[in-house]
Structure formats: structure tokens, C-alpha cells
């Protein structure tokens, strides 16, 4: 039985993305993984690298990801660990973690490092995200769920939160204050 997952973080601007076409950041990187053989772990890595398409923002990520978890394996995950920008741990562990109230002694965060060239710009854009996110935790009102709306060009359907019976609250859930249903790992 599967157990741990991790998420890998990506979310790409509206002109990004429509430069690119409907495929998904997720799809690309598992295309170019695909087209290096894996890095030399094809027979390890390929038949456990799966692609969540719909997240627009980073909570969504988050969130969108344990429901693909638990589309694909039938539970929810007991570990998790993000690996994403070094300088992006703290709004991961403390408001995202938090918000959908996964155990914190469980949630994992691997950072690796910007480039030195864009470092100070991200750190003040992540200050930024951060404090929308401390004011809007679920990115459902003001700027954050206009960014979001933004990031889906082609107005794609999430099919979230069928597959997800559980948390689905969660999913409808718009406060600044923390969600207080039922979870399945709380």
C-alpha cells in the first residue's frame, strides 16, 4: 500500500500558458523526464510518476494533490512532502499545511535554492503571497482567487472534489478562518 507521496511545485502565469497551448506545467515536466529517461531510474520512477493538471495557485496544489493521491490509491496519504523553492517553505508548512490541517510531525518540505539572478525579486514576490495567504488562507476572495481565475485560460473543469468524497467541504470551504470539518487525517 502507498503511503507517501510528494508534490512538486509549479503554477505558470496566464501568458505562460497561453503561449504553451492546454498542456499542463505538470504534463511538461513529466514529458521532459520522459524524454531523458528518467534520469536513469525509468524502471524505478515512471510507473509511480502520476500528474495532478488542475492546480492554479499553491494551496491548490496542496489540496488538489492528496485528492490525486487519493483518486489513485484509494486512501489518503500518511506522509507528505512538497519539494519546491527553498524560500516558498514557510507559506507550505505554516499556511497551506496548516489550512487543510495535515499533522505537522508528517509534512515534509525539500527546498532547493533560486537562481541568484531572480532571488531578490522572488523573495519579495513570496512576501507578498505570503501575507495574501495569512489574510486569505483558502484563495477564495480578492486578489488571490483573481490570480487563480487568471492562471486557467482555457477555462478548464476541476473535477475535484469527485474522487474525493471526504473532504469535499474542504473543498467548498471560503473563510479566513481555519476549516473546522472533518478530515480524514486529522
Known sequence: MVKNFVVWLSQSSKLEMEDAGPRSEAQSYWMVAESKGWFGNQEKVRWKA?????????????????????????SYPQNITVVGYDFKKERFVNLHRSAIRFPELRFFYLGTPAATSSREAALKGEALVRTQFEHDPYACLGSLRRKKIGRDPFHRSIPYPNGCPEIQGLFRYCSASPYTGSLPWA
Do not use: I, W
Open 50 to 74: 502520476l500528474t495532478e493538471e488542475h492546480a492554479r495557485d499553491s494551496f491548490e496544489n496542496l489540496l488538489f494533490s492528496v485528492c490525486r493521491f487519493r483518486e489513485l490509491t484509494g
